[in-house]
DNA sequence: GACGAACGTCAACACTTGTTGGCCTACAGA
DNA sequence: TCTGTAGGCCAACAAGTGTTGACGTTCGTC
């Protein structure tokens, strides 16, 4: 079905298109919001058309299903940059701060994360992100391969168990650290696990 | 499986009553089952009552609505033994191990995780069990009380990090670390929320 | 044996969901 | 000017949801 094309790219450039763009964001950022905090399931999409302001059809229109329209709204890399000329020692803290300042920018990661917990797919595009995020930082700091998913897996469950107690279940002494303190609390666990002897 | 009169699970009044305990027990194991693998909106009554060989109404005469029906399932105290005898410093081992057990259990605490990642009841029942089961913990431990809440909080972060990749997102390496591997790299991080002196 | 209560089933209700097709409107190019 | 195309809305569909009530069936107790 759908396969209506239209216009592939037209997020910015639009010639002399009608003015299309306005509303496909609207609802890509409306549905961005409504993953965010309700998870896939009840995230409906009549609910979000109505914050985008605009009819359910529409919706279908752009996105195809609610599938694609989930696809679309997570579809977003985060770019963690280059941390290889960091010293060793440094790389913990700068996964730390550029991880918070990630999930704080806008809530496509809480959206990822809270439909992951309960939607197969979801769970399978966070690995890819963790794939091909946090393993090739993991590699430039430790030597040995072969402790390269073991290290990195650690990381990610630090990182994430805070995302999880901080912007989803949303415990209020998580919610209350400032941000240095995280940072202060966690660089020396991930440094730990990322450059720390085996036990 | 006749049981006979001793099955003192009917959970209260009935001391002659039929032989009910059974299917209501055949529900809860059920519906632990579903909520784990689905999610609180995915886990419909009628696949609960099917997986259980009864019909959906009797779900409802017996938990009233699918709320209640959750809430016996998860309605469980995890019983985190009594940690006070132990040095201070190997409660931080103690925990990790303790929590590990806890977790591969019985599917409750799955099924907790993952409700509470997009249902606001879930995730206040997980902050109650946080409270109730690791705030005293590090009440022992940490002779401040200013700094128990924060101390806590970071705990369960890095235990449900754990949890989540490991169990929910099951992220390969997550999942193939041997506990002992767990406990060995966890029990330190935990220690030092325990007991370091703030950063 | 008779009675009543608990166990269990069936069918249906009211509602929400994702999704679809038809219709109207406005603008660009001829 | 006319026309085609895209933007937009409306009403409706089929499927699935939680939930309810009526009806039959079994068993303990009198």
Redesign the interface.
């Known amino acids: 079905m759908n396969a209506s094309n239209s216009s592939p790219t037209d997020s910015g450039s639009g010639p002399a298109r009608r003015r299309s763009g306005t509303t496909r964001d609207a609802i890509l950022t409306a549905a961005r919001e409504r993953f965010a905090t309700?998870?896939?399931?009840?995230a409906t999409i009549r609910a979000i058309a109505k914050d985008a302001n605009i009819d359910p059809s529409m919706v279908m229109r752009y996105y195809g299903n609610k599938e694609g329209l989930f696809a679309a709204a997570v579809a977003v890399d985060l770019k963690l940059p280059d941390l290889g000329d960091l010293p060793r020692q440094e790389v913990g803290r700068a996964l730390v701060t550029h991880f918070l300042a990630m999930w704080e920018q806008n809530e496509v990661l809480t959206a990822l994360?809270?439909v992951?917990?309960?939607n197969q797919d979801g769970?399978e595009r966070?690995?890819g992100i963790?794939r091909e995020e946090v393993v090739p930082i993991v590699v430039r700091v430790c030597p040995d391969p072969e402790q390269v998913?073991?290290r990195?897996?650690?990381c990610?469950?630090?990182?994430?168990?805070?995302a999880?107690?901080?912007y989803?279940?949303?415990?209020?002494?998580?919610v209350?650290?400032a941000r240095e303190?995280i940072v202060?609390?966690?660089a020396?666990?991930l440094q730990?696990?990322l450059t720390a002897p085996s036990?």
């Open positions: 309700d998870g896939y399931e009840r994360l809270r992951g917990a309960t769970a966070m690995q963790f998913p073991a990195a897996g650690l990610a469950s630090q990182l994430l168990g805070l999880l107690t901080r989803v279940l949303r415990f209020p002494p998580v209350a650290l303190e202060a609390w966690l020396p666990t730990r696990y036990p």
